[in-house]
């Protein structure tokens, strides 16, 4: 009932409501004050605790020999110096990179041709989307125990049957060295198809449907107006797009860790799961740190890249 | 006929189209139909592996072994998912991984709205800092600090047999507090809500204050309910990531009534090792879940990638 819930305000010159005295402005400004701190703190403070202090202690551990059982020992750049030789460790950083450099650009145009085509009146454009989505909101854990199942080496699995259709195989897709790293990038574009359609769906929406008409006016055809008109006013998402994925690249871990265990013979070994392996199976607890914070500089890195590439999302 | 379904699909009829030839009309339609095939192979193509894993549960165990397999299973085996029950404890599974899911969504729309409306409307001296700070963690991927927070856990001082050093024992490693308490406030979610309230109008809270409503009145009573889509996008967000979520308690868990079912699918896996009718019910327990919330939801979902991926 009370009038300070209703949504509508009154006019700022109205006079104010009789029962309370107007605060005072210096009054409101500190209280104002006050609450903004009150109110973001504990997000901050939790913030600062479970993402700060272990970044801090990643950087410090990283000029250590720790091996959890005993303390940690000053180590200076030791570490350093042996990542700088581990070719395991470049060897997984590679896989990465070619892991983004095939699958990205795939799904991201695929995503694209999607959004393009679910822009517009459709019947069953809502199933269309939750089809192409479903893959997104599943788990990796989930997403990667059907693909083990669908890559199994038998006759049965139903890559090899659709294979045996033409005439191929059957083949062990995730035992072979040089079949398995492929089997994963197939898995992360069909992962990662759908969160990027809907993005590009969300700014398709927010193009001005106006330079279509001038187009169509000044009679562009459809190339020339995807050309003209859709890739320019989609750079912003695009941007978005690349950054995100290439962040969610470098941290592949679930899909690899059912799937192929980095094998075989390391031929799909990831960064995340090098690092898993270097802490928790070798207990190299440091060198584990020293290869987080080239991980973090990677990433870093490659935000700043993209961003002088696609020209980023703003300034133009 | 299937011609006539397909008319709305049709671009907008401009005032000139009746000027046009027929010849036009119909090369657009073809064109549309063309398009609507295509959309509906390709959708089928990225079910597919969700078909198969549902088909595959409910197999019967001979088929499996059976060359050629036949591609739709010959009878309905409900008794999989029974099986699965029996081999694995996932009832107990899928409970934590509830409790832990509801925990994410209650704990990122409690404080991440807080936070996200101190950002967006009050000004405070630290805002533009803290906002620089949210920003800056959101970059930051978890991978590149488990091995710190794990360290934390396990030397969390006074808890699990640990000195007040943190010291001697095992911490939070197999209790809830590891499995919620690290995670509990993403800086992604900050941000979205200091998205969601960027959008409200400020004069609510001028009027508010007038009106002498107090600060946190104003936060809880005033402005949240007006981004109530926000904050069940935040949540189901949140509680997609606390479902889904691998290492972290795969990490900090070891025993059976702690275990979440994403990590109790992998561990399963070795149980049942090639009984891919059961290893296909239990990856399908673990799917179905976030499947029918994401049916239900799907504006709200689709609400949160979009305002995080445009504003």
Not at chain 1, 25 to 52: C, D, M, Q
Not at chain 1, 77 to 88: K, P, Q, R, V
Not at chain 2, 214 to 219: D, K, M, P
Request: charged share 10%; proline share 7%.
């Amino acid at each position: 009932m009370s009038t300070s819930t209703h949504p509508t305000p009154p006019p700022a010159d109205a006079p104010a409501a009789h029962r309370a005295p107007v605060p005072r402005r210096s009054t409101v400004r500190a209280a104002e004050k006050r609450w903004g701190l009150l109110l973001a703190a504990p997000a901050t403070l939790h913030t600062l605790l479970w993402i700060g202090v272990p970044i801090v202690v990643a950087i410090v551990l990283s000029f250590t020999a720790y091996d959890i059982i005993h303390p940690p020992e000053f180590a200076g750049l030791e570490n350093y110096a042996t990542i700088f030789t581990d070719g395991l460790f470049w060897r997984s950083v590679w896989h990465n990179v070619l892991i983004a450099a095939i699958g990205i650009p795939i799904s991201m145009l695929l995503a694209l041709v999607f959004a393009t085509l679910l822009n517009r009146a459709l019947p069953g454009r809502g199933v269309f989307r939750v089809m192409v989505f479903l893959p997104h909101i599943t788990a990796t854990v989930a997403v990667a125990m059907i693909w083990l199942w669908i890559y199994n080496p038998s006759e049965n699995g139903l890559m090899n049957i659709i294979l045996g259709v033409i005439g191929i195989g059957p083949l062990p897709f995730l035992t072979d060295p040089d079949l398995a790293l492929g089997a994963v990038i197939l898995v992360t574009i069909w992962q990662g198809i759908g969160l990027k359609m809907l993005i590009y769906l969300a700014a398709l929406q927010g193009v001005d449907g106006q330079l279509y008409e001038a187009a169509d006016i000044d009679g562009a055809n459809f190339v020339q107006k995807f050309h003209r008109i859709t890739v320019p006013m989609l750079r912003p998402a695009t941007f978005f797009i690349l950054i995100t994925s290439l962040i969610a690249n470098f941290q592949t871990f679930d899909l690899i860790y059912i799937l192929t265990e980095g094998g075989p013979a390391n031929s799909t070994s990831v960064v995340t799961y090098r690092i898993y392996q270097t802490a928790f199976q070798e207990f190299r607890v440091g060198l584990a740190n020293a290869q987080s914070v080239i991980l973090l500089l990677i990433l870093i890195v490659l935000a700043f890249l993209s961003r002088r590439i696609v020209g980023g999302t703003d300034g133009d | 006929m299937a011609t006539d379904t397909l008319t709305p699909a049709l671009p907008r009829t401009d005032p000139s189209a009746s000027g046009r030839t027929t010849s036009m009309r119909r090369q657009k339609r073809l064109g549309a139909t063309a398009i609507l095939v295509f959309l509906i192979l390709s959708s089928l193509l990225m079910a597919a592996p969700f078909l198969w894993m549902a088909l595959s549960s409910i197999r019967d165990p001979t088929e499996l072994a059976q060359v050629p397999m036949p591609l739709i299973p010959q009878d309905l085996r409900l008794e999989n998912y029974t099986d699965a029950l029996a081999r694995a404890p996932f009832a107990t599974y899928a409970r934590n991984s509830l409790i832990l899911a509801t925990a994410a969504a209650v704990l990122n729309v409690a404080f991440g709205s807080a936070c996200g409306y101190a950002l967006a409307k009050l000004r405070f001296r630290l805002a533009p800092a803290v906002f620089g700070w949210m920003v800056a963690c959101i970059m930051i991927p978890f991978y590149a600090t488990v091995i710190p927070v794990f360290l934390m856990v396990r030397h969390m001082p006074l808890f699990g047999g640990n000195s007040i050093l943190g010291a001697g024992g095992t911490g939070w490693i197999d209790t809830w507090w590891a499995l919620i308490v690290p995670g509990a406030i993403s800086p992604f979610m900050v941000f979205l809500f200091r998205q969601f309230y960027v959008t409200t109008p400020s004069e609510l809270i001028e009027a508010a204050r007038l009106d002498g409503v107090s600060e946190f009145g104003i936060y809880a009573r005033i402005m949240t309910p007006l981004i109530k889509p926000g904050l069940l996008t935040v949540a189901l967000l949140s509680f997609e990531a606390g479902w889904n979520n691998f290492l972290w308690p795969l990490l900090v868990t070891t025993s059976d009534n702690l275990r979440v079912i994403q990590v109790g699918i992998a561990s399963f896996r070795q149980e049942a090792s090639t009984d891919w009718h059961l290893l296909m019910a239990g990856t399908t327990m673990a799917a179905v879940p976030m499947i029918i919330l994401f049916l239900v939801f799907q504006r709200y979902f689709v609400d949160g990638f979009a305002a995080s991926g445009i504003k």
